[in-house]
């Protein structure tokens, strides 16, 4: 073995002999019962960030573990197309050509994008390689793949046979940037400061006026009506009655409706049926025309009167200097409100009327909930089904047409003859009135509705293929918080609509990559973590135990460099102790199962019991999916008990008892390679690395069976045994005593038989002291007293400790103690620095005068003993 642990190194040539070993199919374990992870896609045109790294080290955890305790594990990889983001990076190579899109032609354009796919978008596919994804690359799916659109085909068909797909003229989201309609959840609400604008529009008989607010004074150039609530008492009077639209001077009514909000602005609200959703229902409620006052380019319309070909915007404070100068404007306050964004260019929404496709979501939405109600399907951590509910319950119809060229196209047609709709399956030919002019319809379908399906079309559905069958409904989907409404929801819906079954069982949730102060990361802030870079520098494994460590359940992931390291410091650990495990110990060929000792010494049965204990503590806790608490528990017994103890003890067992001898190599073999099996699923690489030293090379330890530990039986002796030695090895440190310095114990235990010879081997082997069976000295000064479980142990200070030197020394001790402590007990008795001082400041304080009471309570126990 090399003498130094090379993460670089070893990372580097072990993917290849998985993946071709076949040891990522579950057709390693045939007769395994089947487990399936459908990794979240990533889209086409994506490299892999921090909060990838977590969500993929999450998956392969569970599916390396399942795949050595011989589930027949599946975790399927693939891509999204992405259509927006995809569109939009061709677009952008287009225009450093000094072309766009319109001028090549739908057909040239996605023959462009399936040419840009092929060369450049299977980047983070090879970045997945690198973090160590064991995913089965030869059931890689991408979603505009022939299989997964004949299944987004048949849905939208069935959607639309069922009357849950239907084509409308309604209010959508408008992303002006990126010329496509967007649906609710793809829209970023941002607070804007904002002002609130009242406008008085006059009574046409000169009878006064209605004042109305609004944030948005351009929108009124396509106002079609004012509106009161029927109970107020203050426009009882006014319904009916005609006003005239100031600047554009059209006739509006007054009309009367429930939906107005009595609390806002005046009571009365300006009704733009074509601009915003609630006016639109009033409108419908109302017969009331609807003016498109703002275009696709958020430009003002011909139906803007002066204002024609203004951007919205300019528009906005053009209209209200107009109404300034016919005194027309009552007042202008600020208005903090919330502002939609696209999620993708951040350009402000527009909301707009158009005629695009829907899904009609509450015939799909009550299966969904049910779901979770049941149990059947399990949200971990609970906690977030409510915010599931709310969002399920509130959800309106899903906007699924796109104004894009990448995507979907809907298989929809009309006849230019008959106006006919036909939606089907096959392209049609002609129409049922004879005609053949028939058009497709340009939109496609937006990208979260293939992503819906993926589930269950990954695995071949619409067809009934064998891996649908095993695999279907999946084990679990791990995802952030940040798309339970974007896809979790969605597929929830569809998985039971068109397989009568939920697409999970269990719903793994886990928060966001920050960094070590709790703020986002962000590249403009320049506290983002590039993952490759990270590996490049730590490895992989590394990386992917500090993210685990750090991931407690549901909470956001604070992740630093300082943790990455200490990950990295483990892995030397690991490397270190098996190295001297198989060079110093002399173990090897080491069974890939089994091979514990059947008549084990005393210290072997104590990390064997230890070891089964663990293992089924690790056991528990992740398959109640707390990952981060499962691999702190295995890493603290694999530093402090197995390398730190055991393998300490080990070196005392003297060769000449070679049954002794025998059982502690075999123990030591045995322990160890279960410790690097625990740890495998989340340090794959450089588990599979030592194993390849450890073990009798016929086993890849990727797809060896996970521990099956016998139950042994600890000595009761072994808790006494660490406190003695623990005290042993503080005494030296405090008194700086050299470990060749002889240093006699006198052990006094009332359990004296108990305490058999291999524990006086070892306190002495472990602390360079020779422990003795004897009486408790009297008097006692003059002695350091030691205890731990029923056992007192003595160490004389003459000839060890220079009495004279160190009483002045602790006494200084003790006194800046004193002071120290006085001072901070003055501090936090002050009722002003508790009021005042941040709540982390008087925490700290109180940290602070702990400790060093306790340090006090040592100095002062070492004078006493010092006589």
């Known amino acids: 073995m090399n003498p130094t642990y090379d993460p670089a190194e070893v990372e580097g040539r072990w993917y290849g002999v998985w993946e071709e070993s076949g040891a990522f199919r579950p057709e390693v374990n045939p007769d395994g019962e089947p487990y399936c992870i459908v990794i979240p896609p990533p889209n086409v045109t994506g490299v892999l960030h921090t909060g990838h790294a977590l969500d993929h080290a999450m998956q392969d955890i569970l599916i390396r573990r399942k795949r050595m305790q011989g589930y027949a594990a599946l975790w399927l990889p693939g891509m999204d197309h992405a259509g927006i983001a995809t569109q939009n990076v061709v677009e952008r190579e287009l225009r450093i050509e000094g072309m766009t899109r319109h001028d090549i032609g739908r057909e040239a354009f996605i023959d462009r994008v399936w040419a840009w796919k092929h060369s450049s978008g299977n980047t983070i596919s090879q970045q997945m390689r690198k973090l160590g994804d064991s995913v089965d690359w030869s059931r890689e799916r991408f979603t505009f793949d022939e299989g997964l659109s004949a299944a987004v085909r048949k849905v939208f068909v069935t959607l639309y046979e069922q009357g849950l797909m239907y084509r409308a003229n309604r209010i959508i989201n408008w992303c002006p940037r990126c010329h496509t309609a967007l649906s609710e959840i793809e829209v970023e609400h941002e607070d804007d400061p904002g002002e609130l604008t009242y406008i008085k529009?006059?009574?046409?008989?000169?009878?006064?006026?209605?004042?109305?607010?609004?944030?948005?004074?351009?929108?009124?150039?396509?106002?079609?009506?004012?509106?009161?609530?029927?109970?107020?008492?203050?426009?009882?009077?006014?319904?009916?009655?005609?006003?005239?639209?100031?600047?554009?001077?059209?006739?509006?009514?007054?009309?009367?409706?429930?939906?107005?909000?009595?609390?806002?602005?005046?009571?009365?609200?300006?009704?733009?049926?074509?601009?915003?959703?609630?006016?639109?229902?009033?409108?419908?409620?109302?017969?009331?025309?609807?003016?498109?006052?703002?275009?696709?380019?958020?430009?003002?319309?011909?139906?803007?009167?002066?204002?024609?070909?203004?951007?919205?915007?300019?528009?906005?404070?053009?209209?209200?200097?107009?109404?300034?100068?016919?005194?027309?404007?009552?007042?202008?306050?600020?208005?903090?409100?919330?502002?939609?964004?696209?999620?993708?260019?951040?350009?402000?929404?527009?909301?707009?009327?158009?005629?695009?496709?829907?899904?009609?979501?509450?015939?799909?939405?009550?299966?969904?909930?049910?779901?979770?109600?049941?149990?059947?399907?399990?949200?971990?951590?609970?906690?977030?089904?409510?915010?599931?509910?709310?969002?399920?319950?509130?959800?309106?119809?899903?906007?699924?047409?796109?104004?894009?060229?990448?995507?979907?196209?809907?298989?929809?047609?009309?006849?230019?003859?008959?106006?006919?709709?036909?939606?089907?399956?096959?392209?049609?030919?002609?129409?049922?009135?004879?005609?053949?002019?028939?058009?497709?319809?340009?939109?496609?379908?937006?990208?979260?509705?293939?992503?819906?399906?993926?589930?269950?079309?990954?695995?071949?559905?619409?067809?009934?293929?064998?891996?649908?069958?095993?695999?279907?409904?999946?084990?679990?989907?791990?995802?952030?918080?940040?798309?339970?409404?974007?896809?979790?929801?969605?597929?929830?819906?569809?998985?039971?609509?068109?397989?009568?079954?939920?697409?999970?069982?269990?719903?793994?949730?886990?928060?966001?990559?920050?960094?070590?102060?709790?703020?986002?990361?962000?590249?403009?802030?320049?506290?983002?973590?590039?993952?490759?870079?990270?590996?490049?520098?730590?490895?992989?494994?590394?990386?992917?135990?500090?993210?685990?460590?750090?991931?407690?359940?549901?909470?956001?992931?604070?992740?630093?460099?300082?943790?990455?390291?200490?990950?990295?410091?483990?892995?030397?650990?690991?490397?270190?102790?098996?190295?001297?495990?198989?060079?110093?110990?002399?173990?090897?060929?080491?069974?890939?199962?089994?091979?514990?000792?059947?008549?084990?010494?005393?210290?072997?049965?104590?990390?064997?019991?230890?070891?089964?204990?663990?293992?089924?503590?690790?056991?528990?806790?992740?398959?109640?999916?707390?990952?981060?608490?499962?691999?702190?528990?295995?890493?603290?017994?694999?530093?402090?008990?197995?390398?730190?103890?055991?393998?300490?003890?080990?070196?005392?067992?003297?060769?000449?008892?070679?049954?002794?001898?025998?059982?502690?190599?075999?123990?030591?073999?045995?322990?160890?390679?279960?410790?690097?099996?625990?740890?495998?699923?989340?340090?794959?690489?450089?588990?599979?690395?030592?194993?390849?030293?450890?073990?009798?090379?016929?086993?890849?330890?990727?797809?060896?069976?996970?521990?099956?530990?016998?139950a042994y039986d600890a000595p009761e002796e072994m808790a006494s045994l660490q406190g003695i030695v623990a005290g042993i090895r503080q005494f030296r440190s405090q008194h700086q005593i050299p470990r060749k310095t002889e240093m006699p114990v006198i052990v006094a235990t009332t359990a004296e038989a108990e305490l058999s010879s291999w524990w006086f081997t070892q306190v002495a082997s472990l602390t360079s002291s020779t422990p003795h069976s004897g009486q408790r000295p009297d008097p006692v000064t003059g002695y350091t007293r030691l205890s731990s479980d029923g056992v007192e142990a003595y160490i004389a200070l003459a000839g060890l400790v220079d009495v004279d030197a160190e009483r002045p020394r602790i006494e200084k001790a003790i006194a800046e103690l004193e002071a120290s402590i006085a001072r901070s007990r003055s501090k936090l008795d002050n009722p002003n620095f508790r009021d005042r001082a941040p709540a982390e400041v008087v925490a700290q304080e109180e940290d602070r005068m702990t400790v060093q009471l306790h340090e006090l309570e040592k100095q002062r126990s070492q004078l006493r003993e010092l006589g």
């Open 201 to 710: 529009y006059p009574f046409k008989d000169g009878s006064g006026y209605i004042t109305v607010a609004t944030t948005r004074p351009e929108t009124m150039l396509g106002d079609t009506a004012v509106a009161v609530h029927p109970d107020d008492e203050r426009y009882k009077d006014a319904i009916g009655k005609t006003l005239l639209l100031p600047i554009l001077n059209r006739e509006i009514p007054v009309v009367a409706d429930e939906g107005v909000e009595h609390e806002f602005g005046t009571g009365a609200v300006k009704v733009t049926p074509a601009h915003d959703p609630l006016d639109f229902e009033i409108g419908l409620r109302h017969d009331l025309e609807q003016i498109i006052v703002i275009d696709t380019e958020a430009n003002i319309t011909q139906a803007g009167g002066p204002y024609f070909g203004m951007d919205r915007f300019e528009a906005r404070e053009a209209v209200r200097s107009k109404l300034r100068e016919l005194k027309l404007i009552e007042k202008v306050e600020e208005h903090p409100h919330s502002v939609g964004h696209c999620s993708r260019c951040h350009t402000v929404i527009e909301p707009l009327l158009s005629l695009q496709w829907f899904v009609k979501v509450q015939p799909l939405v009550g299966p969904a909930i049910e779901a979770i109600r049941s149990g059947d399907v399990t949200f971990h951590p609970k906690r977030w089904e409510n915010s599931y509910f709310h969002w399920m319950e509130n959800l309106r119809d899903w906007t699924v047409s796109r104004q894009l060229w990448w995507g979907h196209r809907i298989p929809a047609w009309y006849c230019k003859e008959c106006d006919e709709t036909i939606v089907s399956m096959d392209d049609p030919t002609q129409c049922a009135c004879g005609s053949t002019d028939l058009v497709q319809d340009e939109d496609v379908l937006d990208t979260w509705f293939s992503s819906a399906l993926w589930p269950f079309s990954t695995l071949g559905w619409p067809q009934e293929t064998p891996d649908l069958d095993a695999f279907y409904p999946t084990s679990v989907l791990v995802t952030g918080f940040d798309i339970i409404f974007f896809w979790v929801a969605r597929m929830m819906m569809m998985g039971i609509h068109f397989t009568e079954a939920p697409p999970f069982d269990d719903i793994l949730i886990h928060g966001m990559v920050r960094d070590s102060e709790g703020k986002k990361m962000s590249k403009s802030t320049g506290n983002a973590l590039d993952p490759l870079e990270l590996i490049d520098e730590y490895g992989a494994d590394a990386l992917r135990l500090a993210l685990i460590q750090a991931a407690a359940p549901g909470h956001d992931i604070p992740l630093s460099l300082d943790a990455i390291d200490a990950a990295k410091r483990f892995g030397n650990k690991l490397w270190n102790a098996v190295r001297f495990v198989v060079e110093f110990m002399d173990v090897s060929s080491v069974p890939a199962d089994g091979g514990y000792p059947v008549n084990p010494g005393p210290e072997d049965a104590w990390v064997l019991a230890r070891l089964g204990e663990t293992s089924r503590e690790v056991d528990r806790l992740l398959d109640e999916y707390r990952l981060s608490d499962a691999f702190a528990i295995l890493y603290n017994f694999a530093w402090s008990e197995v390398f730190d103890w055991y393998v300490e003890m080990a070196k005392s067992i003297d060769e000449s008892d070679s049954e002794r001898h025998a059982a502690m190599l075999s123990t030591l073999g045995a322990v160890t390679r279960d410790v690097l099996k625990l740890f495998h699923p989340v340090m794959p690489f450089v588990t599979e690395e030592l194993w390849s030293h450890l073990g009798d090379d016929s086993t890849l330890l990727i797809t060896a069976a996970w521990p099956d530990v016998p």
